[in-house]
Structure formats: structure tokens, C-alpha cells
């Protein structure tokens, strides 16, 4: 079955830098898009990232992250990231890993990792 496991969450002070990772089994990772997705302390679920299938040449971010974060993929290691750079406040948020419908990453999401903690101290 289709599983994720994520890491790499933590405490950064603001203006940080923090990686998430997200390690992938029971599917072709290279085949499908995989994008990333936060929800804030209340508030709703959130579409960060998302990075198409095979080389993962098409990209797209969230207005409020542009710049900042960066999305990326290594099929050899079943393996999504999410560097992020100059880490603000309402970056804090858990951040979740999911896979793609199809290889892109405007099809939706079917499945979810269980999410890593990201805190950004001001």
C-alpha cells in the first residue's frame, strides 16, 4: 500500500531554514506528482507546492512562497523535499506530503502522509 514518511520537521527561529522530507513506498514514485499541503494551528488545509511526475519539470508554488521555498525530487530514492528558506511566523503549520492523481501535479491528491510539525519562533 501506498505509504510516506516524512521528517525533518523542527523549531527554527525566524528567518531560518528548515528541509522536509518525504520518503515513498507502494507505488512508481517517479510515475505520479507529488505536491506538498500545510494546515496551520486553525485554519484550513493549505496547497503549498506541487511537482509533476517523471523529471519533475513543471513547478508550482503558492504566491507566499515563492521565492522562499523549493520543491524538489529524487526518483532513485522514492524521495520528496521541500526546502524552505526565510522561514516567517505563519509558516508554522503541519506539512503534509501527498501523492497525485496522475504525473500532473494539477490533477488532485489521493493520498497523504501523516504530517511533520514545522515551527517558526518569531
Known amino acids: 500500500q501506498v505509504q510516506f514518511a516524512e521528517s525533518g520537521g523542527g523549531l527554527v527561529q525566524s528567518g531560518g531554514s528548515l528541509t522536509v522530507s518525504c520518503a515513498a513506498s507502494?507505488?512508481?514514485?517517479?510515475?505520479?506528482?507529488m505536491s506538498w499541503v500545510r494546515q496551520a494551528p486553525g485554519k484550513g488545509l493549505e496547497w503549498v507546492s506541487a511537482?509533476?511526475?517523471?523529471?519533475?519539470?513543471?513547478?508550482s508554488y503558492i504566491d507566499s512562497v515563492k521565492g522562499r521555498f523549493t520543491i524538489s525530487r529524487d526518483n532513485a530514492k522514492n524521495t520528496l523535499y521541500l526546502q524552505m528558506n526565510s522561514l516567517k511566523p505563519e509558516d508554522t503549520a503541519v506539512y503534509y506530503c501527498?501523492?497525485?492523481?496522475?504525473?500532473?501535479?494539477?490533477?488532485?491528491?489521493?493520498?497523504w502522509g501523516q504530517g511533520t510539525q514545522v515551527t517558526v519562533s518569531s
Open positions: 507502494g507505488f512508481t514514485f517517479s510515475t505520479y506528482a
Open positions: 511537482i509533476s511526475g517523471g523529471g519533475g519539470g513543471s513547478i
Open positions: 501527498t501523492k497525485v492523481s496522475s504525473n500532473s501535479w494539477s490533477a488532485g491528491m489521493d493520498s
